[in-house]
């Protein structure tokens, strides 16, 4: 998809020898020209400097694993919006995807894949291992982690944002291919478990026996779930082996507002 850049001025950056915009023709050709004939700037979205100043911005709040912002450094978050709302995709806010869901924030991101990132199976093997992405979405989220997993498997419920997302990915070099699956999400992936972490974009009442059961020794688990009067937050879920028995440590974190977790595909 060839991407869109703003139009420079007619001052500057354009030989007299050049051909010129002609007003006759449609605002959208002219912008296309004045794209083509500008000299380059660094500064448009398919440069990195847009996305360098998205990550130093969430650098610059000291919450966030640098592994986590060198991954989304990489990554064109503006392959992922509508064209419309490209402008916008490095701002730090949640976007319409279409099917009444969202991408989420990139601080948000950030914040959840470096609470998996944190987990002990996690330091000690330096990435995220087998990944099970309950919500697809338009494919972003999927995009990071394959940069910081061995493998990922991304669930989505909704055909349509599922096919979107197969769209989106092929457009950009993965060091790894993600596996998309149009499917349940509630029950998991079993045929590509067990996984070493599992992170899922919606929330429910609890997390579903499914996503414990495959989740492996040693393995992170983070959901947005229903806390009582605190709402939905994010639920961090540890699968220790104590004994040689098996035990989930649950931890709440930060309150959050995802959509909710539904059964079934559309």
């Known amino acids: 998809?060839?991407?869109?850049?703003?139009?420079?001025?007619?001052?500057?950056?354009?030989?007299?020898?050049?051909?010129?915009?002609?007003?006759?023709?449609?605002?959208?050709?002219?912008?296309?020209?004045?794209?083509?004939?500008?000299?380059?700037?660094?500064?448009?979205?398919?440069?990195?400097?847009?996305?360098?100043?998205?990550?130093?911005?969430?650098?610059?709040?000291g919450k966030f694993d640098e592994r986590v912002l060198a991954a989304m450094a990489t990554v064109p978050r503006h392959e992922f919006v509508d064209s419309a709302l490209a402008a916008q995709a490095y701002e730090d806010t949640a976007l319409p995807i279409g099917h009444g869901q969202t991408i989420s924030k990139p601080s948000v991101v950030a914040h959840m894949l470096g609470l998996l990132m944190a987990g002990s199976g996690a330091r000690q093997r330096g990435s995220l291992g087998r990944v099970l992405e309950i919500g697809t979405g338009c494919g972003y989220q999927a995009a990071v982690i394959a940069m910081l997993a061995r493998h990922l498997t991304s669930i989505e419920r909704l055909q349509g944002l599922h096919d979107k997302a197969k769209l989106n990915l092929q457009r950009i070099v993965l060091p790894r291919a993600p596996r998309l699956i149009w499917g349940d999400g509630r029950i998991g992936h079993a045929a590509s478990g067990p996984f070493d972490s599992i992170i899922a974009a919606a929330g429910g009442e609890d997390i579903p026996p499914a996503w414990t059961e495959q989740l492996a020794p040693g393995g992170r688990l983070v959901a947005p779930t229903a806390a009582g009067s605190r709402g939905q937050v994010l639920v961090v879920l540890d699968h220790v082996i104590d004994g040689g028995v098996s035990r989930w440590l649950r931890s709440e974190h930060e309150a959050v507002l995802f959509v909710p977790l539904k059964s079934g595909v559309v």
């Not at 420079?8 to 002219?30: D, V, W, Y």
């Not at 020209?33 to 500064?43: I, K, W």
């Open 1 to 61: 998809m060839s991407v869109k850049r703003f139009p420079a001025s007619l001052k500057s950056g354009i030989a007299p020898q050049r051909e010129l915009l002609m007003p006759q023709r449609h605002l959208h050709q002219a912008t296309v020209d004045a794209a083509r004939l500008a000299r380059p700037s660094g500064t448009g979205l398919d440069s990195g400097a847009v996305r360098q100043r998205m990550v130093s911005r969430l650098r610059a709040e």
